[in-house]
């Protein structure tokens, strides 16, 4: 991948047991995002949030995933536990 984009976000959040939101509404054009369970306990549910938790995979903790997105998209997870810790980078290409 050949950034080109000039906007990156970067977000630490901490997961409880209710969904937040992580809108990508300050990056022009959204490409690919890594997101990372820092915690040292609990699992995240992460995927995306229109009002409705959508859950796309479970992030123990150290795991990580790369993904593609796009722009309109609103990014959510949920902690089984509360006081789960999330790191979100999502960057333009």
Request: glycine share 12%.
């Amino acid at each position: 991948v050949t950034r080109t984009g000039r906007k990156v976000m970067a977000v630490s959040k901490t997961v409880g047991l209710t969904p937040i939101q992580i809108s990508l509404s300050d990056l022009t054009a959204p490409s690919y995002a890594f997101v990372k369970n820092v915690g040292a306990a609990g699992v995240i549910d992460f995927g995306l949030n229109d009002g409705t938790q959508r859950s796309l995979m479970a992030l123990s903790p150290g795991y990580f995933a790369i993904f593609p997105v796009k722009s309109g998209l609103t990014l959510g997870a949920v902690g089984n536990q509360a006081g789960c810790e999330l790191f979100v980078l999502v960057y333009e290409v």
